[in-house]
């Protein structure tokens, strides 16, 4: 399959006056920013004060008002990268970016975990769920292809939920495919309102004419690709591991809420909003 060298959507956060390009002028920036961070010590409070909730939003802002950190927000907002692959695609050094991402973990922006390929190398992902981001300006939706190693959980949640909240087209397919769908995916789906009873798994050399959004949603299949520009990826982990209903209904909330977030739905699709799995219950 000859997967299309296609630009990869943007998904950039609003609100953002006078944003330079990464690197320019860098030096004036870090100090602009560098005395809002002086009285920071590097642990996010945990308290439910009024005073803690303004030192955390202070943070987390003075954080963003270096250009080059809210260049890697945005890139992180609509894809999970490698920081090599950070570094390549903003033009930043890796000692810099070092700095850079040290500085929005600290304030609980992002973090880096290991891959579950190749244990080397290591994500970077936004951590969507903390309040005082700002609004995402939403990519509109188009087809899509999503891709895992078996093609039996993850990626066929992720293409149902797609058509589901976009209403837009969307395949799945494995770079080493099983020989049928998890039954606990199935499950999953069926707890959120999706159809996978007719899904089948099916190898990535057999898609014909794939659509130019491409998306991996396990970091194996994304190292296998190799690094591709255009392509997104979202490092979700595996629930086949674990095999739980609890652990299959969290990745059905996570790629719902990566969409939702950042996708728009089709003026012309037949997008509807399917019900969130039921807390506490779970099909047998």
Request: glycine share 6%.
């Given at each position: 399959?000859?997967?299309?060298?296609?630009?990869s959507?943007?998904c950039?956060?609003?609100?953002?006056a006078?944003h330079?390009?990464?690197?320019?002028d860098?030096a004036?920036?870090?100090?602009?920013?560098?005395?809002?961070?002086s009285?920071?010590d590097?642990?996010?409070?945990?308290?439910?004060?009024?005073?803690?909730?303004?030192?955390?939003?202070?943070?987390?802002?003075?954080?963003?008002?270096?250009?080059?950190?809210?260049a890697?927000?945005?890139?992180?907002?609509?894809?999970?990268?490698?920081?090599?692959?950070?570094g390549?695609?903003?033009?930043?050094?890796?000692?810099?970016?070092?700095?850079h991402?040290?500085?929005?973990?600290?304030?609980?922006?992002?973090?880096?975990?290991?891959?579950?390929g190749?244990?080397r190398?290591?994500?970077?992902r936004l951590?969507?769920?903390?309040?005082?981001?700002p609004?995402?300006?939403?990519?509109?939706?188009?087809p899509?292809?999503?891709?895992?190693?078996?093609n039996?959980?993850?990626?066929?949640?992720?293409?149902?939920?797609?058509?589901s909240?976009?209403?837009?087209h969307?395949?799945?397919?494995?770079?080493?495919?099983?020989d049928?769908v998890?039954?606990?995916a199935?499950?999953a789906?069926?707890?959120?309102?999706l159809?996978?009873?007719?899904?089948?798994?099916r190898?990535?050399?057999?898609?014909?004419?794939?659509?130019s959004l491409?998306?991996?949603?396990c970091d194996?299949?994304?190292?296998?690709?190799?690094?591709?520009?255009?392509?997104?990826?979202?490092?979700?982990p595996?629930?086949?591991?674990?095999?739980?209903?609890?652990?299959?209904?969290?990745?059905?909330?996570?790629?719902?809420?990566r969409i939702?977030?950042?996708?728009?739905?089709?003026a012309g699709?037949?997008?509807?909003?399917?019900?969130?799995?039921p807390?506490?219950?779970?099909?047998?």
């Amino acid at each position: 399959m000859a997967i299309p060298a296609d630009r990869s959507p943007s998904c950039r956060f609003a609100s953002r006056a006078n944003h330079t390009t990464p690197g320019t002028d860098e030096a004036t920036h870090h100090r602009s920013t560098q005395s809002a961070l002086s009285d920071y010590d590097g642990d996010v409070p945990h308290s439910s004060t009024s005073d803690s909730s303004l030192h955390v939003r202070a943070t987390r802002h003075a954080a963003l008002g270096d250009p080059s950190r809210l260049a890697i927000v945005d890139s992180l907002a609509i894809s999970d990268r490698s920081p090599a692959e950070l570094g390549r695609s903003l033009q930043l050094p890796s000692n810099l970016l070092s700095h850079h991402l040290d500085v929005l973990e600290r304030v609980g922006l992002v973090e880096r975990t290991p891959s579950s390929g190749d244990r080397r190398r290591r994500y970077v992902r936004l951590l969507l769920q903390v309040p005082y981001l700002p609004d995402v300006v939403r990519t509109p939706a188009r087809p899509a292809l999503f891709v895992c190693t078996h093609n039996s959980a993850r990626s066929q949640l992720a293409a149902a939920l797609w058509r589901s909240v976009t209403g837009e087209h969307a395949l799945s397919a494995g770079t080493d495919p099983s020989d049928r769908v998890a039954p606990g995916a199935i499950r999953a789906a069926r707890r959120a309102g999706l159809d996978l009873g007719d899904a089948r798994p099916r190898p990535l050399h057999e898609v014909v004419d794939p659509p130019s959004l491409v998306v991996t949603v396990c970091d194996r299949a994304h190292e296998a690709l190799g690094p591709v520009p255009s392509h997104l990826h979202w490092s979700v982990p595996d629930p086949v591991v674990a095999n739980t209903p609890e652990t299959f209904d969290r990745v059905v909330v996570e790629l719902r809420g990566r969409i939702e977030r950042c996708f728009a739905p089709s003026a012309g699709g037949t997008a509807h909003r399917s019900p969130p799995p039921p807390e506490g219950r779970h099909d047998p």
